[in-house]
């Protein structure tokens, strides 16, 4: 029961969008760097260290890598693989690290230089590595199709229309345009969405993320700590993981996932339900992932997800924002870090004063990440206040 | 409706491994094979070497219909590589074979760009998703069906 029991110290991000004069492992000492500065503490005071893996830079033992490379000699340190979810995996281990007394500071970094660190053909290289070697990638996949076929099941059982998708696209970079850090500047519409480029239908170029340089940092220690903090911290209040499969050919379901087993353990532990939930930052790598997750959590009925974001209320000012800071679709994903940028701005937005993106209402915040295809869910659930 | 290997282009070979080796050596005769538990009876797909219901490890090779239901597709257009850039758009589709298993597989239409599965009804079970009747052609290397009248062909 990890309620109550840890608290997320202080967040950074790396410069994010292009960035060619640095590499992946220095976004991620950047991002490091803010996030402590952030919590008002120094790399010495660091004796965790969790990340993730990097394809563009893809050392062998990745945590170790860092860990040198940030001057650290941790008693707790690992990489991780869970995809673009291994965020939330680094942040349900690294709380289970400080609560054993495995580790006093655990500092949670993920992410790569995507766009520039590698050539198109090596992106797209990447791109066919979620696929089963044996038994999908010799049908030609790369990862949109494998979300385009949830998505055209998902239209088929529910009804969800290709404008719902858009508008979460729509939504996303309204938000990102009002985030100082976002390469996106701006706006586009639900026609500008729908006359994109192909990709595997039905996405179009407009419904999946686009690559980032791009690295997330925060910091996770114990409660005692928070009283010497620059900051105000984040405390977690409920978190759960559930894995359904890793391959899109042998998911149970494609149109019920492991977000529902996850988000009934982060409300149990937190002791609050859905309609407590002030604001969510949702993983976001296709105009899909959200509408489904949504209704996962209970955020929104089965069937109205894509309701939701057609209708405005995830608007920063509407009754459940959403993706306040842009998400994947329009504010950065770099593989790990895709789902960083939504813990980093969950505890950005429970502190309040984010101005032009600033959420009213910003006591209880749930963050979902996903790995794979919809293969691995963690739900966090994140208090202004000990709860 | 012959199938032959220029109708597709010189797509790449799977890569194979132990796992695999039996499923794409059957797949080089033109026999869809998978394995099936000597003790529960339930087919399995992809191959290994314990049952993910029973985890017994005895499992029998076993032929299948090659009929089956598409669950879902897409019409890709943005390749991996070249060879499957050069036939795009194409089709990807998981397939419920009518003995349990899903698989994924392509499916191939006569005219690639009016694709008759694009339209919200064909999804209906009970339509002309189904893809039954599959006959195998002469294809070398990774196998292609061929449908009887009315019906699709896949490439899996």
Redesign the interface.
């Known amino acids: 029961m990890l309620r109550n029991k840890v608290i997320i110290a202080g967040v950074g991000d790396s410069d994010i969008g292009k960035v060619p004069d640095m590499s992946g492992l220095a976004l991620n000492a950047q991002a490091a760097k803010r996030a402590l500065d952030d919590a008002g503490m120094r790399m010495k005071d660091v004796d965790g260290l969790l990340t993730a893996y990097s394809l563009t830079e893809p050392y062998f033992m990745l945590g170790t890598v860092l860990a040198e490379y940030l001057g650290l000699q941790p008693t707790y340190c690992a990489s991780l693989v869970v995809g673009g979810g291994t965020p939330g995996a680094a942040l349900h281990h690294a709380a289970m690290a400080v609560t054993t007394g495995q580790a006093k500071v655990v500092l949670v970094t993920c992410g790569e230089n995507r766009a520039t660190g590698q050539s198109r053909d090596e992106a797209v290289n990447a791109l066919t590595q979620v696929g089963h070697p044996y038994f999908e990638n010799p049908y030609g996949p790369l990862v949109p199709a494998f979300y385009a076929m949830v998505t055209q099941r998902y239209m088929h059982e529910f009804g969800t229309q290709r404008e719902d998708l858009a508008h979460v696209a729509v939504r996303a970079r309204h938000h990102a345009v009002r985030h100082p850090n976002s390469p996106m500047k701006s706006e586009i519409t639900v026609d500008d969405v729908l006359a994109s480029k192909p990709i595997a239908e039905p996405l179009n170029m407009l419904d999946c993320c686009f690559i980032s340089d791009a690295a997330g940092a925060f910091i996770v220690t114990t409660p005692d700590r928070a009283a010497d903090l620059a900051n105000r911290p984040a405390w977690l209040w409920g978190i759960g993981e559930c894995h359904t499969h890793e391959h899109i050919t042998l998911a149970p379901s494609l149109t019920e996932f492991g977000a529902v087993q996850s988000g009934s353990q982060a409300y149990e532990m937190a002791g609050v339900g859905p309609k407590d939930i002030d604001f969510a930052e949702l993983y976001h790598c296709f105009t899909i992932v959200p509408i489904i997750e949504a209704e996962e959590l209970g955020l929104a009925e089965r069937v109205s997800g894509g309701e939701l974001f057609a209708s405005g209320e995830t608007a920063i000012e509407g009754r459940l924002p959403i993706n306040t800071h842009g998400g994947l679709l329009s504010y950065a994903q770099a593989g790990a870090s895709g789902g960083i940028h939504g813990i980093v701005e969950a505890v950005r937005q429970l502190r309040g004063g984010e101005s032009a993106r600033q959420v009213p209402k910003h006591d209880i915040a749930l963050i979902h990440n996903e790995g794979g295809v919809l293969s691995w869910h963690c739900t966090m659930i994140l208090g202004r206040d000990k709860r | 409706m012959e199938n032959s290997r220029r109708d597709l282009g010189p ?7 132990a ?2 080796r039996t ?1 794409w050596a059957a797949a080089a005769e033109e026999r869809l094979v998978v394995q099936c538990c000597d003790e529960c009876g339930i087919y399995r ?2 191959p290994r070497p314990l049952c993910p219901d029973c985890a017994s490890d005895q499992a029998t090779w076993t032929e299948v219909s090659g009929q089956g239901r598409v ?11 070249k060879e ?1 850039q050069a036939i795009t ?2 089709v ?3 397939i419920d074979l009518d003995e349990g298993p ?5 499916i191939w239409a006569t005219t690639p760009l009016r694709w008759p599965l ?1 339209t ?1 009804s064909a ?1 209906s079970s009970k339509s002309a998703m189904a893809a039954p009747g599959c006959r195998s052609s002469s294809a070398p290397g ?1 196998n292609q069906y061929a449908p009887q009248q009315g019906h699709y062909r896949w ?1 899996w």
């Open positions: 797509l790449p070979g799977p890569d194979i491994n796992d695999a499923y797909f992809y669950h879902t597709f897409t019409i890709v257009h943005r390749a991996p590589n499957f758009p194409y990807i589709a998981l899903r698989m994924m597989a392509n694009a919200g999804l990774i490439r």
